[in-house]
């Protein structure tokens, strides 16, 4: 089954990390200039991360890289094995 062949790849999961970490840096980047105008990395930490808020955000960063990576990588992977088995 080619789920299983995929899971089982070393690289899909380097290119779920690798995905996963871009989105959180572009996605957090992109919210900071959305909210603040610009690159307001001290109006960032106060809304995101002071008073205990970080384990939240950590948490939620974590997890929305991790679904992404898995999402975008299988389907790059699942392409690439379709198109080889051809």
Excluded: C, H, P
Excluded at 12 to 22: Q, R
Excluded at 27 to 53: C, H, Q
Excluded at 65 to 86: Q, R
């Amino acid at each position: 089954m080619l789920f299983q062949k995929i899971l089982k790849l070393k690289a899909f999961w380097k290119s779920v990390l690798v995905l996963g970490m871009g989105f959180v840096i572009v996605y957090n980047l992109f919210t900071m200039i959305i909210e603040f105008g610009g690159f307001d990395f001290s109006g960032f930490y106060d809304k995101k991360l002071a008073d205990g808020k970080w384990i939240r955000f950590v948490l939620a960063s974590v997890f929305s890289a991790f679904v992404y990576g898995l999402i975008i990588a299988y389907g790059k992977f699942y392409m690439k094995l379709k198109n080889s088995e051809k």
